[in-house]
T-cell receptor
Framework: GENVEQHPSTLSVQEGDSAVIKCTYS??????FPWYKQELGKRPQLIIDIRSNVGEKKDQRIAVTLNKTAKHFSLHITETQPEDSAVYFCAAIKVPGSARQLTFGSGTQLTVLP | DADVTQTPRNRITKTGKRIMLECSQTKGHDRMYWYRQDPGLGLRLIYY???????NKGEISDGYSVSRQAQAKFSLSLESAIPNQTALYFC???????????FGDGTRLSIL
């Protein structure tokens, strides 16, 4: 089955700096990669996703890049703000396919220091 | 707004008790999931269901059971709770594989 590793587990940045979180996956057939943000005490929420037919996707201050050859994808947050502080999860799955559920990474606790 | 609702939000109980966590959704999604979240371990899948007659074990199903009473309702049971089942539990739904999952607000369960 799929295995997703996420690094780092904790990340602290100064407000205004950039943050990068990286995930690697094991199944080269995986083709859908969502990212979820979980603020303290709240539910995980999708912030951006990417499919394997594109190498990069942007939405304002966040972007995700995908390197299919190396089997890794990364979340980039620019001009970080205190409200970016949260736990971020990556995930991977092949669709359509025999896998029936997302495989999540173990999460990254991002702290944006004022 | 269409949403995913979990009850209760918090529960404290004793070892050996039977506990049921409930999840209902108004999103009209066929697929429902139960996850467990522990610090440093991310989201681990307990059970998932693609329709009322389709229920599947996830990564950590031992000690848990589920019931899909209707398209909109998916319950998680701990038949005889033990302290290491203390965790934050999330229900989620999705339309189809490859569509985003939508999470409930979670149930914080403490077993003494």
């Amino acid at each position: 089955g799929e295995n997703v590793e996420q690094h780092p587990s904790t990340l602290s940045v100064q407000e205004g700096d950039s943050a990068v979180i990286k995930c690697t996956y094991s199944d080269s057939a995986s083709n859908y990669f969502p990212w979820y943000k979980q603020e303290l005490g709240k539910r995980p929420q999708l912030i951006i996703d990417i499919r394997s037919n594109v190498g990069e996707k942007k939405d304002q201050r966040i972007a995700v890049t995908l390197n299919k050859t190396a089997k890794h994808f990364s979340l980039h947050i620019t001009e970080t703000q205190p409200e970016d502080s949260a736990v971020y999860f990556c995930a991977a799955i092949k669709v359509p396919g025999s896998a029936r559920q997302l495989t999540f990474g173990s999460g990254t606790q991002l702290t944006v220091l004022p | 707004d269409a949403d995913v609702t979990q009850t209760p939000r918090n529960r404290i109980t004793k070892t050996g008790k039977r506990i049921m966590l409930e999840c209902s959704q108004t999103k009209g999604h066929d697929r429902m999931y139960w996850y467990r979240q522990d610090p440093g371990l991310g989201l681990r899948l307990i059970y998932y269901s693609f329709d009322v007659k389709d229920i599947n074990k996830g990564e950590i199903s031992d000690g848990y059971s589920v019931s899909r009473q209707a398209q909109a309702k998916f319950s998680l049971s701990l038949e005889s709770a033990i302290p290491n089942q203390t965790a934050l539990y999330f229900c989620a739904t999705s339309g189809t594989t490859g569509q985003p999952q939508h999470f409930g607000d979670g149930t914080r369960l403490s077993i003494l």
